[in-house]
């Protein structure tokens, strides 16, 4: 490939089909396999590879005994797929990564018609590429252990599943905290998070498959009922975690003015349609009383995640987003809470509550009576938690306006909600120690300590907490009301202004490669 | 009315305290060479960011064609080549892939993208270097290795961030002669540099910008109209200095004449016609001329007569 433009036409021709072939394939995946090639680390692991596989396959059939031996060859095999899968491809995204954003190589690839999507759907098929190589090293490995009939095909091929699951989420994982490193301050950070995450989850994954307990777990979960119901919602997880990095790091690599919020806000508005077709496709009838409650409770707490970003952004919409405001007045506010600014983004999570709260109201299954089943007490967890959301958030929301209106202001204040949480749950506590010599017991002090003050009401039957609840729901966000009206009367106001502009057509529907 | 090929409006930036720029307008037309000239810290390189789309401004707006980089900022990449002051080739690539991999980068395909690589590097030399890996290149080269990348896309409006600083007087004039060529097929060039003599006579216009105010824009004979800039011009006779610096002391238009050796150096305030005449008349006044040139009029003394006294 090298001389693709200067060698003698006997080569040409090659090169030619090369050529056209590749022109279907991701042009990062081209270059990071040129750059493979040419570089030493990707041969010498392979060799190291190869080399290991070969010992182990020789020790192993020293020892010949008809199933221990494949068992051990088996787990011999994985255990040496796991670091390189593991450790080695999301290493090499994540450094592959760095490198460009190192000295503005990612300035001039943004450049170009590559979206930032494009780059990182190309970082992810090289690490796929370097996936199915390994694998296919260590194949000869795996088929042993078939044939030595130390493991079924259901267990290889589970255990492979398995490593492509965990492969492709590390690797999104590792490229999107490289991405980060637009915010050099949280390069050490990320650096050492990163291989330090990654090394923990090999090395616990490694002991895990040399022990055995791997096989173990994969046999029992192949046995019991709910073999579907737990690959399909680790699938799923593993789909939301990658497609959360992915956005992360998309947004990373955006243009200031690009729209980087509506993708997360659809995403939070997907995750209901995922969790409870879940429940419907996978969960058998018997257990959904239980699991369904837990799952309307696990949106509430994931959507606080979300809100936290969605309430801390800067206020006003980009020039940019602001000229894209469709003209239509009506779709412009049907498309309002999904638009970019923290008014809009604290309306949207107050969408997004109503609608969990219709749903349980809705569906809640009010047969079981027991006192310690989900479904009685998560009605007022929840109830509770979200009062607390919102207390939290609108205080938030006030702490974010006297920040600045730029990145930095809006990543100061997310810093900032953890620091508060802190601040209200210990300051009474110190204050209990020196004054009583100890905190022995809830009082109206820690009513900011959403964590205790939740412990202590949730569990007793007592429903005059309710209008309380609902009065603090209320009192949270009267005040938020205006910014609500603020955020939908920008939009309205943008949209009016590009329906006055749409005298010449924008040239921008056509923008999106 | 015709949009210009650059329109920068108003710009605004500032970095914490730092106000990089200030309000600062300018225009730039098809074909045309501007040079952007200020002294390091000015706000150079802030502005071309922003117009490369690389940088968001707190104010004001820059258009490329009339496409806001604001607004539209993925269209108004595709007629940007930005190059950026510094260069960082991927390691592992040799010259023909780093341009093949943009070349991609940039949609082209097939055939119609080789042909591209190989007219660009022809374009801008890198034939006989097609194989050598991309990170080894001498300070020349690569320069030109990343113009060639710069203009991959045919971009119509090149941004280039002093792109001749730190080349040898040899690369600076074979750059030059790259740009020059460039400009003659129709792209427009802006070219920052915080020293003068680099973009030498190269420019139809120039921006001069301080501490992110613009301190004078236009064409330079513009500039020297606008501000009344004396030119200097630079006489030699064979015969006695003495009764040329006599002859010249007395035409209009004349003063500040001064003796140098063989030669009498004088400012002159009229315009082409009138000192078309003044040699006319030398002549005829039987004073022997070998030698009747305006002194290199340059950036430097724009830049110095426009920023005097505004340099604290
Ligand atoms: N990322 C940045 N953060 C803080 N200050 C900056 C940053 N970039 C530029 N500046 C400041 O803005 C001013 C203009 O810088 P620059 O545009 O690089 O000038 P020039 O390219 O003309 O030398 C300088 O004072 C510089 O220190
Ligand atoms: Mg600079």
Redesign the interface.
Do not use: C, N, W
């Given at each position: 490939?090298?001389?693709?433009?200067?060698v003698p036409p006997a080569g040409e021709r090659s090169a030619d089909r090369w050529?056209?072939w590749s022109?279907h394939l991701n042009?990062i995946l081209?270059?990071e396999v040129?750059?493979?090639i040419?570089?030493r680390v990707f041969p010498l692991t392979i060799l190291i590879a190869l080399a290991i596989s070969v010992v182990i396959a020789a020790v192993v059939s020293e020892e010949y005994s008809f199933g221990g031996t494949g068992r051990n060859a088996f787990r011999a095999g994985f255990a040496t797929l796991i670091p390189l899968v593991l450790f080695v491809v999301p290493m090499q995204a994540y450094n592959s990564m760095r490198?460009e954003l190192?000295?503005?190589?990612v300035?001039?690839?943004?450049?170009?018609?590559?979206s930032p999507s494009r780059v990182l759907s190309g970082k992810l098929q090289a690490a796929m590429v370097q996936f199915v190589l390994y694998v296919s090293i260590l194949s000869p490995l795996l088929a042993t252990s078939y044939l030595l009939r130390g493991v079924d095909v259901v267990t290889i091929g589970l255990s492979l599943l398995m490593a492509l699951i965990l492969c492709v989420t590390a690797t999104a994982l590792a490229v999107s905290s490289a991405a980060q490193g637009v915010v050099p301050a949280l390069q050490p950070i990320a650096n050492l998070g990163t291989a330090f995450g990654l090394g923990i989850g090999t090395f616990g994954m490694i002991s895990a498959v040399v022990s055995g307990g791997f096989e173990a777990m994969l046999g029992a979960l192949v046995r019991s009922g709910s073999f579907s119901a737990v690959v399909s919602a680790v699938l799923l997880l593993a789909l939301l975690s990658t497609a959360l990095s992915w956005l992360a790091a998309r947004s990373f690599l955006l243009?200031?003015?690009?729209n980087r919020s509506s993708a997360f806000r659809v995403l939070l508005f997907v995750l209901p349609v995922l969790a409870y077709g879940w429940l419907l496709a996978f969960v058998e009838p018997r257990h959904r009383d239980g699991a369904f409650p837990i799952l309307t409770f696990g949106l509430l707490l994931v959507s606080i995640v979300f809100g936290v970003f969605m309430v801390t952004e800067q206020g006003r919409m980009?020039?940019?987003v602001d000229?894209h405001v469709p003209k239509a007045g009506w779709r412009a506010l049907l498309l309002a809470p999904l638009l970019p600014g923290r008014d809009r983004g604290a309306l949207c999570l107050l969408l997004f509550h109503v609608l969990l709260v219709a749903i349980a109201v809705a569906f809640w299954p009010l047969a079981s009576v027991r006192r310690w089943h989900p479904a009685a007490v998560l009605p007022r967890v929840g109830a509770m938690t979200m009062a607390y959301v919102w207390v939290y958030l609108g205080l938030l929301r006030w702490l974010r306006a006297r920040l600045p209106e730029n990145v930095r202001g809006s990543q100061a204040a997310r810093v900032l909600l953890p620091a508060m949480l802190f601040l209200f749950c210990v300051a009474p506590l110190l204050v209990d120690a020196i004054v009583r010599g100890g905190p022995d017991e809830w009082h109206l002090g820690h009513v900011m300590n959403p964590f205790w003050t939740i412990a202590e009401f949730a569990g007793q039957d007592k429903t005059e907490l309710f209008p309380t609840v609902y009065a603090v729901i209320g009192l949270a966000l009267l005040p938020q009301l205006p910014a609500f009206v603020r955020g939908l009367r920008e939009v309205s106001a943008a949209s009016r202004r590009n329906r006055s502009r749409a005298g010449p057509k924008p040239?921008?529907a056509s923008?999106?490669? | 009315m015709e949009t210009a090929l650059l329109e920068v409006r108003n710009l605004d930036r500032r970095y914490g305290n730092v106000h990089a720029v200030r309000d600062l307008s300018f225009t730039m037309q098809r074909g045309q060479i501007t040079g952007f000239v200020g002294p390091n810290g000015a706000g150079k390189t802030t502005t071309m960011r922003i117009a490369?789309?690389?940088?968001?401004p707190d104010g004001g707006?820059v258009t490329v064609n009339g496409?806001?980089v604001?607004?539209?900022?993925?269209?108004a990449?595709?007629q940007?080549g930005?190059m950026?002051d510094?260069f960082?080739p991927?390691?592992?690539?040799?010259v023909?892939?780093y341009l093949?991999?943009?070349a991609?980068?940039?949609?082209l395909?097939?055939s119609e993208?080789?042909r591209t690589?190989?007219k660009v590097?022809a374009f801008c030399g890198l034939?006989s270097f097609?194989?050598r890996p991309a990170t080894g290149l001498s300070k020349g080269m690569g320069q030109r290795l990343h113009l060639a990348?710069t203009l991959l896309?045919d971009p119509q409006l090149l941004i280039l961030d002093e792109p001749a600083a730190g080349l040898d007087p040899r690369a600076r004039i074979e750059f030059r002669a790259l740009l020059k060529e460039l400009a003659a097929a129709g792209k427009g060039i802006l070219i920052s540099s915080h020293i003068l003599p680099e973009l030498g006579e190269m420019c139809d216009s120039v921006v001069v910008i301080e501490k992110g105010r613009r301190v004078v824009a236009g064409s330079i004979a513009d500039i020297h109209r606008d501000n009344e800039l004396e030119q200097a011009v630079v006489v030699r006779t064979l015969g006695d200095v003495e009764a040329l610096e006599r002859f010249l002391v007395v035409q209009p238009h004349v003063s500040e004449a001064v003796v140098d050796g063989a030669r009498v150096r004088f400012a002159f305030t009229g315009d082409d016609r009138e000192l078309a005449d003044l040699l006319v008349r030398a002549v005829a006044a039987g004073l022997p001329i070998v030698e009747f040139a305006r002194a290199e009029a340059d950036l430097e003394d724009i830049f110095l007569k426009t920023t005097r006294g505004r340099l604290q």
């Open positions: 490939m090298t001389a693709v433009e200067s050529s056209r022109d042009p081209v270059r040129q750059q493979a040419k570089g490198t190192k000295g503005g190589i300035e001039q690839l943004l450049l170009t018609r590559l243009h200031a003015f690009e980009s020039p940019r000229a040239t921008s923008d999106d490669a | 490369a789309t690389l940088d968001v707006d496409v806001s604001l607004v539209e900022p993925r269209l990449r595709r940007i930005y950026a510094q960082h991927y390691p592992g690539l040799d023909v892939q093949d991999f943009f991609r980068a940039s949609g395909r097939g993208r080789r690589v190989r590097a034939d097609a194989d990348k896309h």
